[in-house]
T-cell receptor, first 113, second 113 residues
Framework: AQSVTQLDSHVSVSEGTPVLLRCNYS??????LFWYVQHPNKGLQLLLK??????LVKGINGFEAEFKKSETSFHLTKPSAHMSDAAEYFC???????????FGTGTRLKVLA | DSGVTQTPKHLITATGQRVTLRCSPR?????VYWYQQSLDQGLQFLIQ???????AKGNILERFSAQQFPDLHSELNLSSLELGDSALYFC????????????FGPGTRLTVL
């Protein structure tokens, strides 16, 4: 079965420092991969998506992610964290041939002043 | 604001009862998805409807059912409620049933006492 693993349940960074949220997926031919963000008491919002075009994907709010097939990874990065980035982030894989979203367990990002 | 609305925002009920959660998709979206988010299970896909017909099923219990009406709004019915059904229930919508961005509603928080 297809799956996605978010390696860190919690990440803390200082404001202005880089953010790295890790995501690995089980191998599938050309999966689609998304990152969503969930702010407290809000629904989920799409940050960015990979659908077999460019491997480096730019999203909203300065986030980007790189699809690395050899490492089966799709890590989310941002050069400089802002207080407003504090939220929970979900990596999502959509296995090839299906339309089902499979969510990772989430990474809670804390940004310290 | 994603354009997806869910009612009610909060629901408190007792074990054994039945509740109905309602979702209105974004204007023009034909697909509706239901998800359950709980602390122990994370975010889980329950069911998808496309233009009134069931398209895909996930980890939906037999006590739960859903439907999508001709005006495209959807309802999720939960019956014989158990304590473990306490969770945040999200509805999402997308333009088609294919791999598109899903837009999430703010969720309905269900508490079963």
């Amino acid at each position: 079965a297809q799956s996605v693993t978010q390696l860190d349940s919690h990440v803390s960074v200082s404001e202005g420092t880089p953010v790295l949220l890790r995501c690995n997926y089980s191998s599938s031919y050309s999966p689609s991969l998304f990152w969503y963000v969930q702010h407290p008491n809000k629904g989920l919002q799409l940050l960015l998506k990979y659908t077999s075009a460019a491997t480096l994907v730019k999203g909203i709010n300065g986030f980007e992610a790189e699809f690395k097939k050899s490492e089966t990874s799709f890590h989310l990065t941002k050069p400089s964290a802002h207080m407003s980035d504090a939220a929970e982030y979900f990596c999502v894989v959509i296995p090839s041939g299906t339309y089902k979203y499979i969510f990772g367990t989430g990474t809670r990002l804390k940004v310290l002043a | 604001d994603s354009g997806v609305t869910q009612t009610p925002k909060h629901l408190i009920t007792a074990t054994g009862q039945r509740v109905t959660l309602r979702c209105s998709p974004r204007s023009g979206d034909l697909s509706v998805y239901w998800y359950q988010q709980s602390l122990d299970q994370g975010l889980q896909f329950l069911i998808q409807y496309y233009n009134g017909e069931e398209r895909a099923k996930g980890n939906i219990l037999e006590r739960f059912s859903a439907q999508q009406f001709p005006d495209l709004h959807s309802e999720l019915n939960l019956s014989s409620l158990e304590l473990g059904d306490s969770a945040l229930y999200f509805c999402a919508s997308s333009i088609s049933g294919k791999i598109n961005e899903q837009f999430f509603g703010p969720g309905t928080r269900l508490t079963v006492l």
